[in-house]
C-alpha cells in the first residue's frame, strides 16, 4: 500500500501526526484543512528526501497473528456502567493502571467543548474521559507525553481510535511490559470544525453558551438520546448531529471511509466498544444497560485479562459472530457529503444555519419512513 505522501489523497492519512513527530529534520506540519481535519505539509525547503515519512506512517497496516478472544463484559459495579458508554470496561483497565501508580490516557472535552486528549493520575481525574466524544479528539502532544512517562518506568494505558494507538506504536518504535494499548472500536470520527460551528448555532439561537455535551447518555428524562445542555440547565437533543455522524456518513474524516482498522483483526492490547446485536448473539446476557465488547489481542493483554476479570461479568462469544453486527467493513461516504463541505469553506453554511443544513442532510427520504412503518405494521400482526 502507498502512502499519503505518493498518492496526496485525504483518504490515506488518519491524521496520527506521527510522521511529523519523526521526520528527523522538523519539515513536516500538521496542518488543518478547509474540513476541519489534521494533515501533513512537508516544507520542502527543509526536506532532505530520507523517506522515513513514507516508511513510518500508521496508515499501512500489518495483520496481528495472535488468536483474538473476545468476550461479551459488563462491568460488575452498576454505578461505574451506568456512568459509561457501553459496560465499563475503560473504567476497569483505568483502574488497574491506576492502582499500580500508572498513568491513564483518554478524550476529554476541555472547557471550550473541544475534545482532546489528556492524562490523570487518579481514579478521580480519570472520570473526565468517560463517555464517548463522538468527534475527532486532538491528540495534544500524548505521544511525548506517554514516552515520557515510559521512560518514568511508570505503567502507562493509552486509549484513543485504532488509528491513534497505531501512531504512538510507531512513534514509541518499541513495545514495553508497562504500556497497555486500548483501542475504541471506532467506525468514523467527525470534523471538530463542524461540532463547533454546530453548539455555537445553538448559542445563537438560544442566547446562552452550552456548558456540557453528552454524545450519548443513560438518561432516561432523554430517552437515552444525545443531548447538549445550556447553562441555565435546560436541554437539547442533538439527533441531527449523530445522524450525521454515524447514521448516515455526512461529516466525517475521508480516511474513515476507508480505514484499514475496520476488522476483526485488532491491533492494540485491548479493543472496547459496544457489543451490537446481543439480543442475537447472546440474549441471556443483555439487561438493556449496556455491554462491551472486549477483544484481548495479544500475549500481555491476557495476562491481564486474568488480573481483572474477577472485576467483570463476562462470557466468551465467537470474534466473527461478535463483528457481525458491529463495524466490520466501511461505510459509503455520504452522497451530499462533498457539497456539504465546500458549502462550510465557501460560507453558504455557516455558524447561524448549520443545524438547518445538518436536518437537512440527515432527514430519512419519505418512501423510507412508509417502508418503515410498513415493517412495522407487519411485524405487529406476524407476532
Ligand atoms: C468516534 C467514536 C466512534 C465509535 N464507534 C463505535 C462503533 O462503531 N462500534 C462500537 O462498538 N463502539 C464504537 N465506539 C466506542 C463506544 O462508543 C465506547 O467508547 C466504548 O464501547 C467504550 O465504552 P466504555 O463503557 O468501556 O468506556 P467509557 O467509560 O464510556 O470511556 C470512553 C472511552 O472512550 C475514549 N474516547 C472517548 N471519546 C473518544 C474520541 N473522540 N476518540 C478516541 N477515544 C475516545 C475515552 O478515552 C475512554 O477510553 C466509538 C467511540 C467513538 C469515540
Ligand atoms: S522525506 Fe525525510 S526529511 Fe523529508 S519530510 Fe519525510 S521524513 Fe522529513
Ligand atoms: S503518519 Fe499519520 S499523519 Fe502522517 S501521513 Fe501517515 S496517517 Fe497521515
Ligand atoms: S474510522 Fe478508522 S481512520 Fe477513522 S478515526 Fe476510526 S480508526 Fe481512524
Same mark, same amino acid.
Given at each position: 500500500?502507498?502512502?499519503?505522501?505518493?498518492?496526496?489523497?485525504?483518504?490515506?492519512?488518519?491524521?496520527?501526526?506521527?510522521?511529523?513527530?519523526?521526520?528527523?529534520?522538523?519539515?513536516?506540519?500538521?496542518?488543518?484543512?478547509?474540513?476541519?481535519?489534521?494533515?501533513?505539509?512537508?516544507?520542502?525547503?527543509?526536506?532532505?528526501?530520507?523517506?522515513?515519512?513514507?516508511?513510518?506512517?500508521?496508515?499501512?497496516?500489518?495483520?496481528?497473528?495472535?488468536?483474538?478472544?473476545?468476550?461479551?463484559?459488563?462491568?460488575?459495579?452498576?454505578?461505574?456502567?451506568? =456512568?459509561?458508554?457501553?459496560?465499563?470496561?475503560?473504567?476497569?483497565?483505568?483502574?488497574?493502571?491506576?492502582?499500580?501508580?500508572?498513568?491513564?490516557?483518554?478524550?476529554?472535552?476541555?472547557?471550550?467543548?473541544?475534545?482532546?486528549?489528556?492524562?490523570? !493520575?487518579?481514579?478521580?481525574?480519570?472520570?473526565?474521559?468517560?463517555?464517548?466524544?463522538?468527534?475527532?479528539?486532538?491528540?495534544?502532544?500524548?505521544?511525548?507525553?506517554?514516552?515520557?512517562?515510559?521512560?518514568?518506568?511508570?505503567?502507562?494505558?493509552?486509549?484513543?481510535?485504532?488509528?491513534?494507538?497505531?501512531?504512538?506504536?510507531?512513534?514509541?518504535?518499541?513495545?514495553?511490559?508497562?504500556?497497555?494499548?486500548?483501542?475504541?472500536?471506532?467506525?468514523?470520527?467527525?470534523?471538530?470544525?463542524?461540532?463547533?460551528?454546530?453548539?455555537?448555532?445553538?448559542? =445563537?439561537?438560544?442566547?446562552?453558551?452550552?456548558?456540557?455535551?453528552?454524545?450519548?447518555?443513560?438518561?432516561? !428524562?432523554?430517552?437515552?438520546?444525545?443531548?447538549?445542555?445550556?447553562?441555565?440547565?435546560?436541554?437539547?437533543?442533538?439527533?441531527?448531529?449523530?445522524?450525521?455522524?454515524?447514521?448516515?456518513?455526512?461529516?466525517?474524516?475521508?480516511?474513515?471511509?476507508?480505514?484499514?482498522?475496520?476488522?476483526?483483526?485488532?491491533?492494540?492490547?485491548?479493543?472496547?466498544?459496544?457489543?451490537?446485536?446481543?439480543?442475537?448473539?447472546?440474549?441471556?446476557?443483555?439487561?438493556?444497560?449496556?455491554?462491551?465488547?472486549?477483544?484481548? =489481542?495479544?500475549?500481555?493483554?491476557?495476562?491481564?485479562?486474568?488480573?481483572?476479570?474477577?472485576?467483570?461479568?463476562?462470557? !466468551?462469544?465467537?470474534?466473527?459472530?461478535?463483528?457481525?453486527?458491529?463495524?466490520?467493513? =466501511?461505510?459509503?461516504?455520504?452522497?451530499?457529503?462533498?457539497?456539504?463541505?465546500?458549502?462550510?469553506?465557501?460560507?453558504?453554511?455557516? !455558524?447561524?444555519?448549520?443545524?438547518?443544513?445538518?436536518?437537512?442532510?440527515?432527514?430519512?427520504?419519505?418512501?423510507?419512513?412508509?417502508?418503515?412503518?410498513?415493517?412495522?405494521?407487519?411485524?405487529?400482526?406476524?407476532?
Amino acid at each position: 500500500m502507498k502512502s499519503y505522501f505518493d498518492t496526496h489523497k485525504k483518504e490515506d492519512c488518519n491524521g496520527c501526526g506521527t510522521c511529523s513527530l519523526l521526520c528527523p529534520v522538523n519539515a513536516i506540519k500538521m496542518v488543518e484543512d478547509e474540513e476541519g481535519f489534521l494533515y501533513p505539509k512537508i516544507n520542502e525547503k527543509k526536506c532532505i528526501k530520507c523517506n522515513k515519512c513514507r516508511n513510518v506512517c500508521s496508515n499501512i497496516v500489518e495483520k496481528n497473528n495472535y488468536t483474538i478472544k473476545a468476550y461479551a463484559a459488563k462491568n460488575k459495579d452498576e454505578e461505574k456502567r451506568k =456512568n459509561s458508554t457501553s459496560g465499563g470496561m475503560f473504567k476497569i483497565l483505568a483502574e488497574y493502571i491506576i492502582n499500580k501508580k500508572g498513568i491513564v490516557f483518554g478524550v476529554k472535552l476541555n472547557e471550550d467543548l473541544v475534545a482532546i486528549h489528556d492524562y490523570g !493520575e487518579t481514579i478521580e481525574e480519570c472520570k473526565k474521559f468517560s463517555f464517548s466524544k463522538y468527534v475527532r479528539s486532538d491528540l495534544n502532544g500524548a505521544y511525548e507525553k506517554v514516552k515520557k512517562f515510559l521512560n518514568q518506568d511508570r505503567y502507562v494505558l493509552f486509549t484513543g481510535t485504532p488509528c491513534q494507538v497505531q501512531g504512538l506504536r510507531i512513534f514509541l518504535g518499541k513495545d514495553s511490559e508497562k504500556l497497555i494499548l486500548c483501542e475504541i472500536i471506532c467506525h468514523a470520527n467527525p470534523s471538530p470544525k463542524v461540532l463547533k460551528m454546530y453548539i455555537k448555532n445553538h448559542e =445563537n439561537i438560544s442566547k446562552q453558551k452550552v456548558k456540557q455535551i453528552y454524545f450519548r447518555s443513560k438518561d432516561k !428524562e432523554m430517552d437515552n438520546s444525545a443531548y447538549i445542555e445550556f447553562e441555565d440547565g435546560t436541554k437539547k437533543k442533538i439527533q441531527e448531529y449523530i445522524t450525521a455522524f454515524s447514521g448516515n456518513q455526512l461529516i466525517n474524516r475521508p480516511s474513515c471511509y476507508h480505514c484499514q482498522f475496520v476488522d476483526e483483526n485488532r491491533k492494540a492490547d485491548f479493543t472496547i466498544g459496544d457489543l451490537w446485536g446481543i439480543e442475537k448473539i447472546l440474549p441471556e446476557f443483555n439487561d438493556n444497560k449496556g455491554i462491551s465488547l472486549l477483544t484481548v =489481542n495479544t500475549e500481555k493483554a491476557e495476562k491481564i485479562f486474568d488480573e481483572i476479570k474477577d472485576m467483570l461479568d463476562y462470557k !466468551e462469544v465467537n470474534l466473527k459472530e461478535a463483528f457481525r453486527y458491529n463495524h466490520h467493513s =466501511n461505510l459509503s461516504k455520504n452522497k451530499h457529503r462533498d457539497k456539504f463541505f465546500l458549502n462550510i469553506s465557501n460560507g453558504k453554511i455557516n !455558524e447561524n444555519n448549520i443545524i438547518k443544513y445538518l436536518e437537512k442532510y440527515t432527514r430519512r427520504p419519505l418512501h423510507s419512513k412508509v417502508l418503515g412503518k410498513i415493517k412495522r405494521i407487519l411485524k405487529r400482526i406476524l407476532k
